[in-house]
């Protein structure tokens, strides 16, 4: 299991651009939407010698798009307690994605030790296709300290997206999660908000 992505959250897509330009000093980069569950994203690598192939995602619910039916939208953005910290003290870390090379092995290893970490479910948006473990009530597990999991088709996100200079040197994952990247602006950590 390695780290894949961060997440942050935001109360619309707009401000979480505005957040990363005034945090991270950067302008982030095109994600798209994700239809299946009516969110819509940007997205920065932050990839570096101990974090490969990872990234910053900034997720925002897509107010032009039906939420999904039969279940939550991931990552808790649904709920209510969240949707107001995110109003009331903005954008910022909600939680952290891990890449594992088999998603049904790791499923059927978490269940077998009493995690519920949902059901694989397909996803795509653009070229990118991969499988995810999706929870029907969009619930994170242990709030922030267990991690969704994805496996990745052929393509990854960090083989097109550009380097603006970001590097993730720190993360962790215990008693809340805090990361400290290296960007333009200098070292800068974030912790979680909710």
């Known amino acids: 299991m390695e780290l894949d ?9 707009a401000e979480g ?18 239809v299946l569950m009516g969110t819509h994203n940007r997205l920065l690598n932050i990839s570096a010698p101990g974090q490969p192939r990872c990234y910053l995602e900034i997720i925002a619910v897509d107010p032009a798009a039906p939420g999904p039916e039969g279940r939550a939208r991931w ?5 209510p307690s969240l949707q107001q910290a995110l109003r009331e003290r903005g954008p910022g870390l909600i ?3 891990a890449r594992v090379p088999n998603l049904d092995a790791t499923l059927a ?6 995690l519920d970490p949902g059901t694989a479910v397909e996803a795509s948006r653009g070229a990118l296709r991969w499988r995810i473990a999706l929870r029907d009530d969009g619930l994170r597990l242990r709030r ?3 991690p969704v999991l994805i496996e990745w088709g052929d393509a990854h996100p960090t083989e097109t997206l550009p ?10 994952a215990h008693d809340g999660l805090t990361a400290r990247l290296a960007t333009p602006l200098g070292d ?7």
């Open 95 to 97: 939680h952290w994605v």
């Open 144 to 146: 922030e300290g267990v």
């Open 17 to 34: 651009v505005s957040w990363c330009e005034q945090v991270l000093g950067v302008t982030p980069d095109a994600g798209g939407a994700h």
């Open 188 to 194: 800068v950590e974030l912790a979680s908000i909710a």
């Open 163 to 172: 380097d603006r200079g970001l590097r993730l040197f720190d993360f962790n």
């Open 75 to 79: 990552f808790d953005l649904d709920q």
């Open 109 to 114: 290893h978490w269940r077998s030790e009493g």
């Open 5 to 13: 992505h961060l997440v942050v959250g935001a109360a619309s897509l």
